[in-house]
């Protein structure tokens, strides 16, 4: 007879998997905002222009 164990994910293993999780997502979410710039500029955005006034005053 031969037996065959069930997986099994111990506390430990739970919750360096969350933790991957969760520095992926911040990780993928700082290199955005450190090129967002750039990502703007492949779909054509450019960046807004400040708007004055005649007098010279930004609205």
Known sequence: M????????DPG???FII?????A??????A???SWSKIRGWFGIKPKEDE???DGETK
Do not use: E, K, N
């Open 19 to 23: 933790q991957l999780v969760i520095a």
């Open 25 to 30: 997502l911040l990780g993928i979410g700082v």
């Open 13 to 15: 293993s739970g919750s």
């Open 32 to 34: 955005v905002r450190a």
């Open 52 to 54: 004055t006034d005649d």
């Open 2 to 9: 031969h037996f065959t164990p069930l997986p099994y994910l």
